[in-house]
């Protein structure tokens, strides 16, 4: 996908330029427990500064503060952070602390950018939000993709369009209602599909199963069934359950239906060691969302399994954002995989529909409708 560059931005010497980062990063009280987003904003920051621009501006959300000022997500730990990271680049105030961000209020849009003459978009974990600060400022300044950005959107497209083979993905996560669209893309590029998480058990419901106290999604099930002809999709072959009144777990094969008060949290080994085999013969894996609930110790095998396999690789690996990044970083194994978005949603949006409205809004830019002939 063409998108317009930093080159393309022209002379910055003196200039001021707009920066939306995604600096959503994870906190605990008032900690950042992991500054990633943070570190991978730092490449288009120091090119832009090096460039002799007189002023960066880095912009953000935080949280899902509701369009008001709100103590427990302002921006004061992030601001820290990237003083040290980041000397001399500003940072806005929360931009979901104005109702006008996520309404894309042209008068909010206004106030943006307002005294700059360029921007930027590095924010890839949010492009896929039709928000002010990521759709607006391209109507009006010359524009570019961040570093960041760029090279998230080419991995993520190449994967999508061209494909080594066998392609295998695997997703995981407790709801088949959110993935639905991805599913349906996914089954369309990839050889083989392995479906673990809780979204398991409406696919073993679809086939008339009974799943114990398993979470599942009755009005999903058409649908699963409706995936499940693809021929793509392999469901987990045993589960770990967790016991009536949470005090004993169990394996249990999927062959048989799951007794009343068990609750599957995890694949179990077999699937594990099945899961591993499929993703040894990949040439593009592709993972987004855990296997269990790898935040218990009970029910981490199931991911760290495939974390494992995928870090094993020798395909070309990616990993969506979000949950399946920070099961990766917790088994140390995030330096072991060939691309981990910082985007969650945004990568399942991009790997669905092929664009993102910040995409498109920087492709309509002053600068790109000059430089490469139109909005597309
Ligand atoms: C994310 O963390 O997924 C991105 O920063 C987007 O945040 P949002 O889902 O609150 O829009
Ligand atoms: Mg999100």
Not at 277 to 302: K, Q, S
């Amino acid at each position: 996908m063409e998108l317009p560059q930093l080159e393309d931005l022209g002379d910055l010497t003196g200039k001021a330029v707009l920066v939306r980062t995604d600096f959503n990063v994870p906190l605990d009280g008032g900690r950042i427990t992991d500054d990633l987003r943070i570190r991978a904003a730092l490449p288009t920051l120091q090119w832009l500064q090096q460039a002799g621009a007189a002023k960066v501006t880095a912009c953000s959300h935080l949280g899902r503060p509701k369009g008001a000022p709100d103590d427990r997500w302002a921006m004061d730990p992030v601001r820290e952070r990237l003083a040290q990271l980041a000397p001399g680049v500003e940072l806005m105030e929360n931009l979901r602390f104005d109702p006008g961000e996520e309404a894309d209020d042209p008068a909010f849009v206004e106030r943006l950018v307002a005294g700059q003459d360029a921007y930027v978009n590095d924010a890839f974990g949010a492009a896929h939000r039709a928000h002010a600060s990521i759709v607006g400022p391209p109507r009006t300044l010359p524009s570019a993709a961040g570093r960041l950005l760029a090279k998230e959107v080419e991995v993520l497209c190449r994967m999508r369009e061209d494909p080594a083979r066998p392609f295998v993905g695997i997703l995981g996560g407790a709801k088949v209602s959110d993935k639905l669209g991805v599913i349906s893309a996914l089954l369309e590029v990839v050889d083989t599909l392995l479906i673990g998480g809780a979204m398991c058990f409406t696919f073993m419901a679809a086939q008339g199963k009974a799943v114990g106290d398993s979470l599942v999604e009755p009005e999903q099930v058409d649908a699963a069934l409706q995936l499940w002809s693809s021929g793509k999709l392999v469901l987990p072959s045993d589960v770990v359950a967790l016991g009536p009144g949470g005090s004993s777990q169990r394996t249990f094969d999927t062959r048989a239906d799951l007794p009343e008060g068990w609750r599957g949290l995890d694949v179990g080994p077999g699937t594990a060691a099945e899961f591993t085999d499929v993703i040894e013969g990949a040439r593009t894996v592709f993972w987004n969302g855990p296997m269990g609930v790898f935040e218990d110790e009970r029910f981490a095998a199931g991911t760290r399994a495939v974390a494992e396999a995928v870090a094993q690789s020798r395909g070309f690996t990616v990993v969506g954002g979000g949950d399946s990044a920070a099961a990766l970083a917790r088994f140390g194994l995030a330096d072991e995989v060939d691309h981990v978005s910082t985007g969650g949603g945004a990568s399942l949006e991009l790997l669905e529909h092929g664009d993102l409205p910040g995409l498109e809004a920087l492709r309509g830019a002053p600068n790109a409708r000059q430089t490469m002939g139109g909005g597309r």
